[in-house]
């Protein structure tokens, strides 16, 4: 690379320990598996003369005027930081961080700006999951809920959106919408009119890179709607759902990869056991209502499932990998318990098999 008049400082995420004055230890957290000892073989100082005005936005022509590198090592000094750039320890002062982060812990190679994503359900968990993607860099969304705020105060209690932008009997998508519009999104828009629908769901998937299916209720009848699209547009989505004192975070589908929807509900129905009955009765009545409710589960729960869903959806954007693919985290805050839920492909699944890749069964 060609070093210019760009200014480069320590990478936020990293802590560099000068050991020495020609050598170094970077660490991300003690534990962490980003562990990196650099040593100037060379023994001249630089390193560490170099390192420790780099904690601060500067560049090298700002070093040779401050003293800091001599006239006869600027090219010793040119090589030094370019090999810090490219091993991410320098980074450029005005980048993203939340894209720093990505790229240089988890490898990420695809920036969030540009993808596109859809959120289905803006209540206690789509609130908040929509405000965690916009804070960590997306700017293209599409919110979709039918609710409109009928109290404001439980809006304000349970909902991630900030009081200033609820309004009574205003859609809550709107109202989500605008709250986020402080963070100078490319795009944001709304279905606020039969959004579930199977046609609007379509329009969802067609405008988007990825859906996000966020219900305070587990609705059958919905989300197999939301699957028969996805598996349709073959384009990926993903769930988190809270249901009473359990929520739910995951798992990420893709269409002709992984399972699908009909696959994680039957599994999860038939893990019931004994209870398996009551569950498929309960589950049709919540479907039965048509729409579902604005939670109303302690919001520290839903913080917790959220996050756990957003960091798991991040990593899948950046990376094309996650924790949450063909996995469920299942948290139950009645009993503080959390199960990790593998979803396995069932030979005959009527709702995806039709969508598989041909395989020819005698190879």
């Avoid at 000068?18 to 060379?42: C, M, P, Q, Y």
């Avoid at 040779?64 to 490219?86: C, F, P, T, Y």
């Avoid at 056991?273 to 109303?296: C, E, F, H, N, W």
């Amino acid at each position: 690379m060609e070093l210019g008049n760009e200014k480069y400082q320590v990478n936020p995420h990293l802590r560099v320990i000068k050991v020495t004055e020609n050598e170094i230890l970077v660490k991300h957290s003690a534990r962490s598996f980003f562990s990196k000892n650099w040593t100037d073989k060379g023994r001249t100082g630089l390193l560490g003369r170099v390192i420790n005005h780099m904690n601060s936005q500067t560049n090298l022509q700002e070093l040779r005027e401050k003293g800091i590198v001599k006239h006869e090592e600027q090219e010793d000094a040119r090589q030094l930081i370019e090999q810090l750039i490219e091993e991410k320890i320098l980074v450029e002062a005005d980048h993203d961080l939340v894209d720093v982060y990505y790229r240089v812990i988890q490898d990420a190679e695809t920036p969030l700006a540009n993808k596109r994503i859809g959120v289905i359900g803006c209540g206690q968990a789509g609130s908040r999951i929509a405000k965690q993607l916009v804070q960590s860099g997306i700017q293209h969304l599409i919110l979709a809920d039918d609710a409109k705020i009928n109290n404001t105060n439980t809006v304000h209690r349970f909902l991630g959106i900030e009081p200033r932008y609820i309004q009574e009997q205003a859609p809550i998508a709107d109202c989500l919408a605008e709250s986020l519009q402080q963070y100078d999104l490319k795009r944001i828009s709304t279905f606020t009119e039969d959004s579930f629908s199977k046609e609007n769901i379509a329009r969802v998937f067609e405008e988007c890179d990825f859906v996000v299916a966020a219900l305070d209720e587990y609705m059958q009848s919905i989300l197999h709607t939301i699957n028969e699209q996805a598996l349709e547009a073959e384009k990926p989505w993903a769930i988190s759902i809270f249901d009473g004192s359990e929520g739910v975070a995951g798992p990420i589908f893709i269409p002709g990869e992984t399972g699908c929807f009909n696959e994680f509900d039957v599994q999860g129905i038939a893990a019931a056991g004994t209870l398996k009955r009551d569950v498929i009765t309960y589950y049709d009545a919540v479907s039965a209502m048509g729409q579902p409710d604005l939670g109303i589960a302690p919001p520290p729960y839903v913080d917790v499932v959220s996050g756990q869903f957003t960091a798991g959806l991040l990593t899948y954007l950046t990376t094309g990998r996650s924790y949450l693919v063909s996995r469920a985290i299942r948290t139950d805050f009645e009993r503080m318990s959390v199960d990790y839920e593998d979803i396995k492909r069932i030979p005959r699944c009527p709702a995806c098999a039709p969508f598989r890749p041909f395989r020819n069964v005698f190879l």
